[in-house]
C-alpha cells in the first residue's frame, strides 16, 4: 500500500530564515506530487505539483520555491520566510493519469514568528 | 474564476441526526468532484464523483452530483461524534489541478 511522509510535524521559524519541508512517497512509482497551504480562515491553496522528476509547476507567485530531485521526494522551500508564510502544508500525492484522487500527507504546522 | 462554495460554513448536531451538506461550483471544464474528512490533520479521501445522479455510498456517507445544477450533496445518516471534522468539497479542472473549498465544520453533539 502507498504511504506518504512529511517532516517536520510542526516548526517554528523568525521571520527571513531559511526553510525546507520534505516530503516523500512509498509504495508507488512516478507520482504526481503537490504542495498546498491552508491558511485559518481559508481553503487549501495549491502552491506547485510536478508530474516528474525536475518538472514543477507553480500556482502561485511568491518567495516559495520547490523541488523533485527523485521520483519520490518533494521539497518546499524558501531563503527568506515571511509572516505570511505561516499555515499548515500538505504534501498530496496521485496516480499518474489520475490527477484528481489525491491522498494527502500528515502536514506540517509553519509558525513564522 | 474558478470558484468552489460550500454551506453551510459550521453545522452542530446531536448524535443520530441525519445531515446533508452542499458544494457548489463554477469550474472551468470540469473533469470531477471530491470530498474529504479533515479531523486534526490531514484530508482524507471519501468520494470522488464524475457522472450526474449516480449515488456514491460508504457505510453512513453518500454523496451525488449534479452537472446541470453544478452542486453536490454529502449525507450522513445516524451521526457520531466521530463524524466530528471538516467536510471539504474540491472539483478538479482541465489543468489536473483541484480546486478547493473552506469547507463546513461539523460538530456532532453526544
Request: proline residues 5%; contains cysteine; glycine residues 8%.
Given at each position: ?23 516523500t ?61 505561516s499555515?499548515?502544508?500538505l504534501?498530496?500525492w ?8 489525491q ?11 | ?27 472551468t ?78 460538530s456532532?453533539?453526544?
Open positions: 500500500s502507498q504511504t506518504i511522509h512529511q517532516w517536520p510535524a510542526t516548526l517554528v521559524q523568525p521571520v527571513g530564515s531559511p526553510l525546507s519541508l520534505e516530503c512517497v512509498e509504495g508507488t512509482s512516478n507520482p504526481n506530487l503537490y504542495w498546498y497551504r491552508q491558511a485559518a480562515g481559508r481553503g487549501l491553496q495549491l502552491l506547485f505539483y510536478s508530474v516528474g522528476i525536475g518538472q514543477i509547476s507553480s500556482e502561485v507567485p511568491q518567495n516559495l520555491s520547490a523541488s523533485r530531485p527523485q521520483d519520490r521526494q518533494f521539497i518546499l522551500s524558501s531563503k527568506k520566510l515571511l509572516l505570511s508564510d499555515g499548515f502544508y504534501c498530496a496521485s496516480r499518474t493519469g489520475v490527477p484528481y484522487e491522498y494527502f500527507g500528515p502536514g506540517t504546522r509553519l509558525t513564522v514568528t | 474564476e474558478d470558484k468552489v462554495v460550500q454551506s453551510p460554513l459550521s453545522l452542530v448536531v446531536h448524535e443520530g441526526d441525519t445531515v446533508t451538506l452542499n458544494c457548489s461550483y463554477e469550474v471544464n470540469f473533469r470531477s468532484l471530491l470530498w474529504y474528512k479533515q479531523e486534526k490533520k490531514a484530508p482524507t479521501f471519501l468520494f470522488m464523483l464524475t457522472s450526474s445522479g449516480i449515488e456514491k455510498k460508504s457505510g453512513r456517507l453518500s454523496s451525488i452530483l449534479d452537472k446541470k445544477e453544478l452542486f453536490s450533496i454529502l449525507n450522513i445518516t445516524a451521526t457520531q461524534t466521530g463524524d466530528s471534522a471538516v467536510y471539504l468539497c474540491a472539483v478538479g479542472g482541465s489543468q489536473g489541478n483541484l480546486i478547493f473549498g473552506k469547507g463546513t465544520k461539523l456532532v453533539k453526544p
